[in-house]
């Protein structure tokens, strides 16, 4: 599609000319993607962006980590580096334990809905 049929199709469809031309230079809707829920490690963020995401949400994957400041700096490291396997690994070494999982037998287990009482 040349401009002017760019232009013609944004008329058509009652759209601005500006988002109808932004979308044919993208490829794409110019929607923001995130991606949220288990991005815990610099190969999960990075992963994320390589499928196509504009950006990560990151919770309790970097805040209940061993090192949450060290893994948060790493997670970002590989959302601006997530093509390049030298800064991934690099960022990936010694960030200590992962995300810590819950243990549904001690008393003082987070939950967030006590159905079974």
Known sequence: ???????????????????VMQTKQLGR?????????GVATPADAALMMQLG???VFVGSGVFKSGDPARRARAIVQAVTHYSDPEVLAEVSCGLGEAMVGIN??????????????
Do not use: W
Request: glycine share 4%; net charge negative; with cysteine.
């Open 53 to 55: 995401c504009d950006g």
């Open 104 to 117: 549904l037998n001690d008393d003082k287990v987070e939950r967030y809905a006590n159905r079974s009482e």
């Open 1 to 19: 599609m040349d401009d002017d049929e760019v232009f013609t199709f944004a008329k058509k469809i009652q759209a601005p000319y500006d988002l």
């Open 29 to 37: 809707l110019p929607v923001v993607h995130f991606a949220a829920g």
